[in-house]
Structures are given as C-alpha cells and as structure tokens.
Nanobody
C-alpha cells in the first residue's frame, strides 16, 4: 500500500516562499507521475503541477506558472513543490498524488487519473 505524506505547509505573508514535500512509502515511485493539487474552501480541486516519472518532464497550472517549481528526488522517494511569490489566492489545502504507470495515456492534470493521495497540507497566505 502506498502512503503519501505532505509536509512544509504553514502561514506566510504575501510574497514569501514555502517548500512542500511529499514523502512516499510502501512502493518506489520513481516511474510514477507525481502531481500536486490544491483545494480552497468552497472551490473545486485545482491542478497545480506534475512531474513525469521517466524524464521528469514538468507541467504547471496557469495560475502558478513562473512562481512554483515541482521537482523530485527518486533516491528519497520524495517530491517537492517550491512555491515563490505566494499570493493570498494561493491559500488552500495542497495534496500530492501518484499516478500508476500504464500502457495507455493518462492526464497528468486530472485528479481522477491519480491513484494515490496524501492527506494534504494547509498553506495560508496573508495579505
């Protein structure tokens, strides 16, 4: 059974930076696409970023492009989300997710195409 545990959330002021970590256990996820999603109160879950398993190609949601960076350390079975120039509208619960490799294409920006989820980490950005 795969377990994903996020850490690094917190309360910061606008313009600050935070780095979220997602540590995986139970299975090596080096070949898995990993993603970050967020959900603010009263809003739908939103795709933030993803990183592919094989070549570490990265993908970002429009609202975070140029400010957030996703990366992975396969030796530590961990994925990171570096968040810079944070804005109040970035306030949300951030969850990491893992996608089992398949022979057919899957969407890396669709929450429904992910198989394992962490419990989430709260990020609050004050103005």
């Amino acid at each position: 059974q795969v377990q994903l545990v996020e850490s690094g959330g917190g309360l910061v002021q606008a313009g600050a930076s935070l780095r979220l970590s997602c540590a995986a256990s139970g299975r090596t996820l080096s070949t898995h696409t990993m993603g970050w999603f967020r959900q603010a109160p009263g809003k739908e879950r939103e795709f933030v970023a993803a990183i592919s398993g094989r070549y570490s190609n990265t993908y970002y949601g429009d609202s975070v492009k140029g400010r957030f960076t996703i990366s992975r350390d396969n030796a530590k079975n961990t994925v990171f989300l570096q968040m810079n120039r944070l804005r109040p509208e970035d306030t949300a619960v951030y969850s990491c997710a893992a996608q089992i490799p398949t022979t057919f294409p899957r969407n890396n920006n669709a929450a429904s195409d992910y198989d394992y989820w962490g419990q989430g980490a709260q990020v609050t950005v004050s103005s």
